[in-house]
């Protein structure tokens, strides 16, 4: 069962610019995570956020995590054409498991 | 660094072959997980285990079995491969201890059946 939407699926900006996308999930979690995926490759985690937090930073990327919503948001600031990549929230709602979401596709363009 | 390795990028399999896709980690975790990832719908979990011998079905465990005799190493077996389990197929592991545990991929197998 996907636990987590993705919005937009796809999305589109110039180099320099800030890319958003949202995650939206059904039943209660313990976290809530990002992943990224490059063209044909594996996931690389990016940012993990638990339930009782509300933002978190890394480098160029905010999350921010509304629990009474059921979403989250990643912010990718100055974006650029390396950030180009498939990008997945994933939920933890009890023991080790995840659970995906469809993904946003990013494309930054120079 | 993590690193989960995945036998091949590339596997071509006729209709009713048995295929083996091994996954192997070098960092010690519990945890292990096979998913599959298909356009559209993110990833599924397949099957995942948490520790040697152990495995419990995920999302989508109809037509796949797995195989966990050492702690490094997680086999997902297609019995009698068919057409509709073309696909990408994902390894991960993760810790078992703590409540809040990423996930470490390999770089995937893109499995075509014919």
């Known amino acids: 069962s996907q636990q987590g939407e993705e919005d937009p699926q796809a999305l589109s900006i110039q180099e320099g610019e800030n890319a958003t996308m949202n995650c939206s999930y059904k039943?209660?979690?313990?976290?809530l995570q990002w992943y990224r995926q490059n063209s044909g490759r594996g996931l690389v985690h990016l940012i993990l956020?638990?339930?009782?937090?509300r933002e978190k930073h890394s480098g160029r990327l905010r999350v921010t995590l509304d629990t009474s919503k059921k979403s989250s948001s990643l912010l990718i600031t100055a974006s650029r054409a390396a950030d180009t990549a498939s990008y997945f929230c994933?939920?933890?709602?009890?023991?080790?498991?995840?659970?995906f979401g469809a993904g946003t596709i990013l494309r930054v363009k120079s | 660094d993590v690193k989960v390795t995945q036998s091949s990028r590339y596997l071509v399999k006729r209709t009713g072959e048995k295929v083996f896709l091994e996954c192997v980690q070098d960092?010690?975790?519990?945890?292990m997980f096979w998913y599959r990832q298909d356009p559209g719908l993110g990833l599924r979990l397949i099957y995942f285990?948490?520790?040697?011998?152990?495995?419990e079905k995920g999302d989508i465990p109809e037509g796949y079995s797995v195989s966990r005799e050492k702690k490094e190493r997680f086999s997902l077996i297609l019995e009698s491969a068919s057409t509709n389990q073309t696909s990408m197929y994902l390894c991960?592991?993760?810790?078992?201890?703590?409540?809040?545990?990423?996930?470490?991929f390999g770089p995937g197998t893109r499995l075509t059946v014919l």
């Open positions: 039943t209660s979690i313990n976290n």
């Open positions: 960092m010690d975790h519990e945890n």
């Open positions: 991960a592991s993760s810790l078992l201890s703590g409540r809040y545990n990423e996930q470490f």
């Open positions: 994933a939920t933890g709602v009890y023991g080790n498991k995840l659970v």
């Open positions: 956020i638990r339930s009782n937090e």
């Open positions: 285990s948490y520790d040697v011998k152990m495995k």
